[in-house]
């Protein structure tokens, strides 16, 4: 069975012309880009150069501003660990949104053993961060907050711009995690005024194993891995040349193809949430309704739990993903692992009906058939699982007693 | 295609449930576990003279959820009420080619909801 993947979130498939580029710097131009004295090393040197230059300039940043790194993690993790040791001084006091990814959550607890408060800024029904509760919570002794540009749960875009000018007034820095959302909408670092943010280019055709951290000029900020000079010493370690290289190159793709790729996507997205609307009752779409990223349809589904219907939806050939507790992380190593989405909760959404929740994220080499298929396939999956449900049969035997 | 954290026998049994469904008349009728956790079972039995003659569920959960439920039918059905109450999860479990560790609890809840249906039975019984 051909398979349909509405999973971009997790990650996208490398385009060619992507892997094309990389390939000369696995073994022709395999010199370290430090050996600037070799013929070996100039070309690479040249190649990571220009990569970041393209990073840079696809974002509005300058090309100094341009950190690679391994992943969107570790961007997040040298923004926010980074940030919050050189401004140790100035206070103690961070701000999370209640909505960001693991990779900012989880440091709560390094950080505190490090000295430092964690508060948590909600975020509304849409999922944008409640702007009373920031004010209320951007207090003296604040030095940081962790606020995601887009996420990939539900979806929402966060009013930046708004954030920052709000956080400026009280001194307080802003990381933005940008992995959603570079790539996928237009960016621009200035315009949002951040001090640092992540882009990674495995969620819009790049390769894993790369990403960046913008960080303006003249931001204080804490070099996890010490080493040799690399990365103007905020990050040791042999860069990954053929990544950067191919993570130029989808940038460049990216900026060529945004404008259509997102029009595409809207109409792909329009006509997939419209056909759920009208084929199954009791559904409710998670996220903004309009400030959202184009490709992405996201909901939960009274009465069906979400792995359930994510196996299903596998069986027919769709890969989706859940923020179901149990799918979430069924390799744990207990149960412990298995809670329900921290985002749906945030939102609002009630822990019984977090377990019911599904995302479809689409990229650009999906089709209207792929859209049409999921959606001649839903209801009867739906309707399986509702059959087999003891909640369903209790709600069908309220609702006939009314 | 390659194998996923889940048996084949755990696929077995999410795709084709065995026993779902109700027993109008069950004698016994056992319900656990709630909507928070992510798991519902509920399991409908039919007991002739101390013996297990029929079994069905419905059950809102994962996919281990549904194949423990689906396997618990299966191994109770025939059985005595005094053979069916020594069914372990463990063996559930076991019986289902193994679960992954996050998923153990899984098969505790199918044990809890055969208990619960028992004790729904002698209850009823007595009354």
């Not at chain 1, 004295?37 to 970041?52: F, I, K, T």
């Not at chain 1, 209320?136 to 996420?151: D, E, Q, V, Y």
């Not at chain 1, 979430?328 to 009906?353: F, M, Q, R, W, Y």
């Not at chain 2, 289902?96 to 199918?110: D, R």
Request: charged share 25%; proline share 4%; hydrophobic share 40%.
């Amino acid at each position: 069975m051909k398979r349909i993947f509405f999973d971009h979130a997790s990650t996208t498939p490398l385009d060619r012309k992507v892997l094309e580029a990389m390939l000369p710097y696995f073994i022709e131009y395999f010199g370290n880009p430090a050996s600037l004295l070799l013929e070996e090393g100039s070309v690479p040197h040249q190649a990571v150069d220009n990569a970041r230059e393209k990073v840079a300039s696809f974002i509005g940043a300058e090309k100094d501003e341009i950190i690679f790194t391994s992943s969107a993690t570790e961007s997040n993790n040298l923004a926010v660990k980074g940030l919050a040791l050189a401004n140790k001084g100035r206070g103690k006091r961070i701000l999370f949104s209640d909505i960001e990814h693991y990779s900012i959550i989880h440091q709560a607890d390094f950080l505190m053993r490090m000295g430092f408060e964690i508060e948590y800024v909600k975020v509304d029904k849409s999922g944008l961060v409640d702007i009373d509760d920031l004010k209320r919570k951007a207090t003296s002794g604040t030095i940081l907050a962790s606020i995601m540009h887009a996420n990939f749960e539900i979806g929402t875009i966060q009013p930046i711009d708004e954030i920052t000018s709000l956080l400026k007034k009280h001194g307080i820095l802003l990381h933005s995690d940008g992995a959603a959302s570079c790539g996928r909408i237009p960016v621009n670092v200035k315009e949002l005024d951040v001090d640092t943010m992540t882009v990674s280019p495995h969620q819009f055709y790049g390769p894993k194993g790369i990403a960046a951290l913008y960080i303006k000029k003249g931001t204080q900020l804490t070099s996890l891995i010490q080493g040799g000079h690399q990365e103007m010493g905020y990050r040791a370690g042999t860069e990954n040349v053929p990544a950067i290289v191919g993570f130029g190159e989808a940038v460049r793709i990216a900026a060529d193809e945004m404008e259509n790729r997102m029009k595409y996507l809207t109409g792909l997205s329009r006509k997939l949430w419209d056909g759920l609307a009208a084929s199954i009752e009791y559904m409710h779409f998670t996220g903004h309704p309009v400030r959202r990223l184009p490709g992405h349809v996201s909901f939960w589904i009274e009465f069906v739990e979400g792995e359930s219907l994510l196996l299903w939806l596998n069986l027919n050939g769709i890969a989706s993903s859940s923020g179901s507790a149990c799918s979430s992380n069924i390799l744990a190593i207990d149960e412990t692992g298995l809670k329900a989405s921290h985002v749906l909760t945030a939102i609002g959404v009630p822990p019984e009906i977090c377990h019911g929740s599904i995302t479809f994220s689409l990229g650009k080499d999906n089709t209207m058939e792929e859209v049409e298929h999921a959606l001649s396939v839903m209801p009867d999956i739906v309707k399986r699982l509702r059959d087999m449900s003891p909640l369903y049969e209790q709600f069908k035997k309220t609702k006939g007693g009314n | 295609m390659p194998q996923g954290p889940y048996s084949d026998k755990v696929m077995d049994h999410f795709m084709h449930p065995r026993n779902m469904g109700e027993i109008e008349d069950a004698d016994g009728v056992g319900e656990v576990g709630n909507p928070a956790c992510g798991d519902v079972m509920k399991l409908y039995l039919k007991i002739e003279n101390e013996q297990i003659v029929d079994a069905k569920f419905k059950t809102f959960g994962c996919g281990a959820a549904i194949a423990s439920s689906s396997m618990t039918t299966e191994l109770i059905k025939g059985k005595t009420i005094d053979e069916a109450i020594k069914l372990s999860n463990e063996a559930v479990a076991e019986a289902l080619g193994g679960l992954p560790p996050a998923k153990q609890h899984c098969s505790v809840l199918a044990e809890e909801a055969l208990r619960a249906a028992l004790d729904d039975y002698k209850k009823k019984k007595k009354g």
